[in-house]
């Protein structure tokens, strides 16, 4: 469990910085980075931040992940969750925020 | 190393949960008074309520009254809990939820408009954003100062008061040493004392906030405070692999415990919490597992929406049923027990303090996972002691400035730090935790015993931890991160001798899973329907127990 971030996508905006529950991820010279991948929690708040999808959010393979990860993109109310796997886009599941759990 | 000075009236430690809603209460109640808030990441996304969470699991349904809460939360302790603590935050629950809807919490109403409950006791909303929510409120305060990545090492003490605490700043590598006229610690529970459940890449991937790591306890520990009911440890029922809560799925789709020849097992062992673990427990170990939370057979929407609810708090749980291109109306849903956490939210762990959630120290306030004996308080019960604590501080406060720090405490302070900074060789942090969860696992009740522990396995463990302990001096530091690493470990080193000094003095096993003590197999109301306290004093772990609500009466 836990983040990749894409150093090419990185616009070193730092806000991915301000809201890891771990104090895990520090500014390079060429964008942010994940100082411990194995310390990540995978809370997901780093991506949810991101708007420029430089953030992907990965199983370990010692809980049985595999090449399959997402990435959010916010729009307004709406929190798009994006799946990708090595084949491309896989899925996506739409989160309305103004609405609530209904379980 | 720079050191810096600072005064406040209160100074809250942690700015989590109980944290934040500890400052909002200041600053409605007593704007004058000046408050600082030391938080070793940053307040918007941290602790607990990291990735969101599910529902209000604390609330007043209606029809039902506090009291009704507070039996209920007596009854899965097996009676070990404080009545007047627990109902001192059942009488609040139902109003510090309506300040988080006019915070901006997203909650759901029927057409009515009153809230719709899951349950007895849970209240349905969109916990996505909580923390941010409660960190928007906090930012905007006139007389509220957020220390950012500023990780609490220790209390300041003069004699049995609290007159500060001091830590280490990551940004610029400074000490800070901040006086208050009151404090009140929120820094939560103990995570990562155990081996988790995946020691490898995905250790982190625990329940628990892997970052919360019992410094609250460990401060309180060495400072003579006393602390209740550790051995009542907490361990979670949880979806295998991604550790993904499983209240969602049995409370909200209904989905029942099933062992592997598809028997509902969980009214054979009872539906306590503890309960719930051994049952899975002892169907694993009878050779009747894996255990399944039955969801197979709901509607594919109601498969959808768990997908979307799992996204609002565990969103590794989505991404493990895309990846598998599986889903819950398909296919049953394994689950496992975690490692044992510390978390006075769950059960009765932490500080013992009195109904205004004063600790056993002058001037300390004790509120959220880090207070004992009021169990089941979650995220509203956190709000609640959040508010009680601080009502409480402000109160305390007599007007007169904070005490000075002297000069020589600080230098002292620096001069350690320097020391440990110097190290460059020996052992590592991790080294050190992953030694420390070894042994807790398998001498002190972890997974791979089953969680259980005998007398000598309990003395074992401890001579064990004492030889780490003395490690920790000679232990690498290269910088002001490996510094916090190593503070943690430290912390749950502490933790972790208060922890066996509690299992060993609890002679009977109560609650399965949670104190399995071999040596003492049965529940034993005669000599232990009390509290096993105990108080760090000259080197030693000093053992009381207390007549329920003792302090109280
Ligand atoms: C994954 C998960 C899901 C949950 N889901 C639900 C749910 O659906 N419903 C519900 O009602 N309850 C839920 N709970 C329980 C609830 O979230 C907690 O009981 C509650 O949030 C605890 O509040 P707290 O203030 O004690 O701790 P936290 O909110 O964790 O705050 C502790 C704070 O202290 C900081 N800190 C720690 N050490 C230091 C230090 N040395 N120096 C400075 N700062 C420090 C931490 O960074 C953190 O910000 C859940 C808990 C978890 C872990």
Not at chain 1, 58 to 82: A, E, N, P, S
Not at chain 2, 420 to 435: C, V
Request: charged share 25%.
């Amino acid at each position: 469990m836990s983040i990749r971030i894409d150093a090419k996508k990185c616009v070193r905006c730092g806000k991915c910085l301000d809201v890891c529950p771990g104090d895990l991820i520090s500014m390079g010279i060429d964008g942010s980075r994940i100082l411990r991948p194995e310390d990540c929690w995978g809370c997901a708040s780093c991506l949810k931040e991101c708007a420029f999808g430089a953030i992907s959010f990965f199983l370990g393979k010692d809980i049985g992940g595999d090449d399959t990860y997402m990435q959010v993109k916010k729009d307004g109310r709406c929190l798009h969750w994006i799946f990708y796997d090595s084949s491309g886009q896989v899925r996506t599941i739409t989160v309305d925020q103004s609405s609530s759990n209904k379980y | 190393m720079k050191t810096e000075r600072l005064k406040t009236d209160i100074l809250i430690i942690g700015g989590g949960t109980a944290g934040c809603f500890a400052a909002l209460t200041v600053a409605r109640k007593s704007p004058q008074t000046r408050v600082i808030i030391a938080e070793k990441a940053n307040i918007r996304r941290s602790g607990c309520l990291a990735a969101g969470v599910n529902a209000l699991n604390a609330y007043i349904t209606k029809g039902k009254t506090p009291e009704y809460y507070v039996d209920y939360a007596v009854r899965d302790a097996h009676g070990i809990a404080d009545r007047k603590l627990l109902l001192t935050m059942s009488e609040q629950l139902n109003e510090v939820t309506a300040e988080l809807e006019r915070l901006g919490l997203v909650i759901l109403k029927d057409e009515n408009g009153e809230y719709v409950s899951r349950g007895d006791r849970n209240i349905k909303i969109n916990g996505e954003n909580i923390k941010p929510i409660l960190s928007d409120a906090v930012q905007n305060l006139p007389n509220v100062t957020v220390i950012n990545r500023l990780n609490i090492i220790d209390y300041i003490t003069n004699g049995n008061r609290v007159i500060g605490a001091y830590g280490n700043r990551t940004d610029d590598e400074a000490l800070v040493f901040i006086s208050a006229g009151a404090t009140i610690i929120a820094t939560g529970g103990a995570a990562g004392i155990y081996k988790p459940n995946h020691p490898g890449f995905s250790r982190h991937k625990m329940w628990y906030c892997p970052f919360n790591t019992g410094a609250g306890y460990a401060m309180g520990i060495r400072a003579g405070a006393e602390m209740t009911t550790f051995e009542m440890r907490f361990i979670a029922l949880r979806c295998k692999d991604t550790i993904a809560p499983t209240g969602t799925l049995a409370q909200g789709v209904g989905a029942r415990q099933v062992n592997s020849l598809g028997e509902v097992y969980e009214d054979k062992y009872g539906l306590t919490t503890s309960q719930r673990i051994w049952g899975t427990t002892a169907e694993n170990k009878a050779g009747r597992g894996p255990c399944c939370l039955a969801t197979k057979g709901i509607t594919s929407e109601q498969a959808e929406d768990l997908e979307r609810a799992y996204l609002n708090m565990a969103p590794s749980q989505t991404l493990r049923w895309v990846a598998q291109k599986k889903s819950a109306d398909k296919e049953n849903v394994e689950i496992e027990g975690t490692e044992p956490y510390i978390v006075g939210g769950h059960t009765a762990s932490g500080y013992f303090v009195d109904v205004n959630r004063k600790t056993t120290l002058e001037s300390l306030f004790a509120a959220g996972d880090v207070a004992g004996g009021c169990p089941q308080k979650y995220v509203t019960g956190a709000l609640a002691e959040g508010k009680i604590a601080a009502l409480s501080a402000v109160e305390s406060l007599d007007g007169a400035e904070a005490a000075d720090i002297s000069d020589e405490f600080v230098s002292v302070a620096r001069a350690e730090a320097e020391g440990f900074l110097k190290n460059r060789g020996g052992i590592t942090p991790d080294e050190l935790e992953e030694h420390m969860q070894e042994v807790m696992d398998r001498y002190a009740g972890g997974i791979g015993s089953d969680y259980a522990f005998t007398d000598e396995s309990l003395d074992i463990a401890r001579e064990k931890i004492e030889e780490l302990i003395l490690r920790v001096s000679g232990a690498v530091c290269r910088d002001m991160r490996e510094f916090t690493r190593l503070h943690e470990v430290k912390e749950r080193l502490t933790v972790c001798l208060t922890l066996i000094a509690h299992l060993k003095a609890r002679k009977e096993t109560r609650w399965h899973c949670f104190a399995e003590n071999r040596s003492y197999p049965d529940k034993d109301d005669e000599n232990f329907l009390k509290f096993v306290n105990s108080r760090y004093e000259s080197g030693e772990i000093k053992i009381l127990y207390r007549p329920l609500e003792e302090m109280n009466v």
